[in-house]
Every structure is written in C-alpha cells, then in structure tokens.
C-alpha cells in the first residue's frame, strides 16, 4: 500500500467527495468533488477532477448543481465515465444503486473533452474496456466498449457487462412481496448472452458485486427479509461452488487488477 498524496480539490471548506476512478495501471485516477455542498455553505458545484502520478490535478468537468452530483464510475481506455445521480436518494437495501443515477458522460482521456453524452442514462457500473448499461426497465442497452449498442431483453440492477464472455450480469428481484418495496423479497443474480440467447440464473438470494475474469461473480447475501439472516459476500464459481470472502466480517469493495 502506497500514499499517493492529498486531494488538494477536496481541501476546502464544504467540499464533499463524491467516488474515485483508477485506471487500470494505477498510474491516472479521477475523483468526483462537490464544492459548497456542505450545510449552510450553498452555491453547490458539481465536478470532476483528473490527476495522477506525475500529472497535475486538473479540473475535468465543472457545473451548478441543485443537486446532483458527478461521480466517476470507471477510468478506462474509452474514456473516464462518469454518472450524474440525484442525491438523497433512499429505501429498501434491494432498491438498484442505479435508481439515483440519471445520465453519462464519457470523458476523453487525453483530451479530458466530453466525447458522449447520454442523457437519461441510469448506469452506475463499467468494465475495465469501458462497456457499461443503460438501465432500469427491460429491454437493456448496452454500449459496449468499440462504440456499438447491443439490446438486450432483460432488465436489472447491479448491472455489469462481461466482455470477456459476452453477457451481461445483473440483479433480478423477482418479487418485492407487499408490492411496495416492503419484503419478503425474491431476488438473485442472473445473466444473459448479447447474441440474444436464454438467461441463466447464477444465484438465488444473493445481489451482485462484481465479475471476475474468469466468468466467477462476487456476489452478496440477500436474506428474504432485510435485517434477518447472515450476511456474507461470496466468490461464485463458474461451476456453482462457493467462497466465502468477509470471515472477518469485512464488507466486499472491489475487484482489481494485479499489474
């Protein structure tokens, strides 16, 4: 573990971190900073900032905000992605972290220019190519990391794409019990082929954290009631068995690639 410095951006009074994006070398991050977002300090700004080893921290992206917020959701090779989402955005745990994210942007990494701008765009998630989904209600679009679009005839949260195996990976709740967010609730994590074949079903009862490189999921326990039961994050394998990750009691955060 190595300390890599302040966020200068970030040392004012009423600024507010919002995310933080690494490149896959680890050598360029970006970070999501809310400028007199604190109480009583108003005139709120919503921005993005770039920096990295031996590179100045430069203001990215800079706009008013009566809300929403800028968040950095993936540095990759097709750009820095970043998610414009509604804060205060609450309910039940098995509300998709999707439902606050409102549009994106892709952010060209050399000439920190805007390069897509996709309004309406609730993705919360990229993968290391820089694929990510627009989602909420089936069918899926999925603009994959060339620049393509891809439909797909499903719809989740938590969702992924998975361009070493072609699919996307996502959160299925099959039933909200009461209809009303209230629980018991039926939920597991499934996938689904871009070539437009059948959905699998990975896991009962469990939400999605991540994907794995060799087609493996992260995924964590969701017990029918909220507040009941153990909870745990898991590695699936490919063939159904799993690993229980937090015997510490530790919560799951991301995975990352071993340069």
Not at 164 to 174: A, K, M
Not at 230 to 243: K, M, N
Request: negative net charge.
């Amino acid at each position: 573990m190595s300390d890599m410095g302040v966020l200068q951006s970030l040392a004012v009074p009423g600024a507010l971190a919002f995310g933080l994006a690494v490149s896959q070398d680890g050598r360029r991050w970006a970070w999501g900073g809310c400028v007199g977002c604190a109480p009583n300090v108003g005139h709120m700004r919503a921005r993005i900032y770039a920096g990295g080893i031996d590179i100045p921290d430069k203001l990215v992206l800079d706009e008013p905000s009566a809300n929403p917020v800028l968040i950095p959701i993936g540095y990759t090779p097709r750009g820095i992605v970043v998610a414009r989402t509604a804060t205060g955005i609450g309910g039940c745990c098995y509300i998709p972290p999707e439902a606050g994210h409102r549009d994106v942007l892709v952010v060209d990494p050399t000439t920190f220019q805007i390069s897509q701008s996709l309004n309406g765009c609730n993705a919360a998630y990229t993968s290391p190519q820089g694929s990510f989904v627009c989602t909420s209600t089936p069918p899926m679009t999925v603009h994959l990391a060339d620049g393509s679009t891809r439909s797909v005839a499903a719809g989740g949260g938590w969702v992924h794409v998975d361009d070493s195996h072609g699919r996307v990976v996502f959160t299925l709740i099959h039933s909200r019990g009461q209809g009303d967010g209230g629980c018991p609730c039926k939920i597991g994590v499934e996938a689904a082929p871009l070539d437009g074949g059948s959905v699998t079903v990975l896991a009962d009862q469990m939400t999605l954290d991540d994907v794995l490189p060799d087609g493996g999921i992260v995924a964590a326990t969701a017990p029918v009631l909220p507040g009941q039961g153990a909870l745990a994050d898991w590695i699936v394998r490919t063939d159904g068995t799993r690993v229980q990750l937090d015997q510490a009691r530790g919560p799951f955060v991301a995975v990352l690639p071993l340069m």
